[in-house]
């Protein structure tokens, strides 16, 4: 209607008997979150590859916006209370607490089966459990994830305590895999598909490795990692700690060590530590 009248209120001059409306430009408000990236070419995706920033991610994502927040208030209150001294552990003390909490995870699996055996149920040993995994394999996919890049999605209802997926690799030694993770930096590969077996062995899924790679961290995870031994073999497997519906994202706890240099973390849960270590 506002456009009407100015077509009707046009003399023979041409111009506008009635005021156009003063455009009044507001001041930027200093709280409000970075404005979208503005593409020269008009479209993302003749421009190539680029880091998006936290601070662009949190304009659209409700989890970074809510860490964004959590970040400020942290800043302002180490401003005002010194902060404490890094907590930095030994390897050896690192592995002492891996071992606490694998025996933690074997003592519970012990009481699942006693509490099967009291209910007359016949619990199934890992042994059969890997079998049914090699033969009817989980139906999984891949997908991009609010967490980090690509994370794993189940298609399928999995029970608590089945096995998801193995997590498959290059077998190799602790001092193998030092080399490769410092080549790996100059390579420019970001994200580290290391996971250790033992003391002497890891598993390598960064150039040879199944979907399991691609499981994010998570503080509060609903599966879990599990080392057994088949046949000799030690095979990491992921383990379901709940029950996971239909779309659902794995994730397990990374378990990294502690370090100075903190690498943040996005997982969005309501029991995040903020760092991955």
């Known amino acids: ?118 209910l007359g149920e016949t619990p199934a040993t890992d042994q059969v459990k890997f079998n049914q995994l090699q033969t009817r394999k989980k139906h999984l996919r891949f997908a991009r994830s609010p967490i980090h890049d690509w994370g794993l999605y189940a298609m399928e209802r999995i029970a608590r305590g089945e096995m998801v997926i193995e997590y498959v690799g290059e077998v190799i030694r602790a001092a193998v895999a030092d080399k490769r993770e410092k080549a790996y930096e100059r390579q420019g590969i970001g994200s580290s598909y290391l996971f250790r077996i033992d003391e002497d062995l890891v598993v390598d899924a960064t150039k040879k490795g199944n979907l399991g790679r691609l499981i994010n961290h998570s503080c509060d995870p ?21 029950e996971i519906e239909l779309g659902d994202e794995i994730t397990y706890d990374y378990h990294f060590p502690i370090e100075q240099d903190k690498i943040p973390c996005l997982c969005g849960s309501m029991k995040c530590r903020g760092y991955l270590n």
């Open 1 to 118: 209607m506002y456009f009407t009248k100015l077509a009707l209120a046009r003399n023979s001059s041409g111009k506008f008997n009635i005021p156009l409306p003063r455009v009044v430009e507001e001041e930027p408000d200093p709280d409000a979150p970075p404005p979208f990236r503005v593409h020269v070419t008009g479209s993302a995706r003749t421009e190539g590859y680029y880091k998006i920033t936290h601070a662009e991610k949190s304009a659209y994502v409700a989890q970074y916006t809510a860490q964004a927040k959590a970040a400020n208030k942290d800043a302002i209150s180490e401003s005002t209370v010194s902060a404490p001294a890094p907590v930095v552990t030994s390897s050896r003390s690192n592995r002492a607490n891996a071992r606490r909490r694998a025996q933690g995870i074997e003592e519970i699996n012990q009481m699942q089966r006693a509490m099967q055996l009291s």
């Open 222 to 242: 609903n599966c879990t990692a599990k080392i057994i031994t088949i046949s000799g073999v030690k095979k990491i497997v992921i383990y379901a700690k709940q």
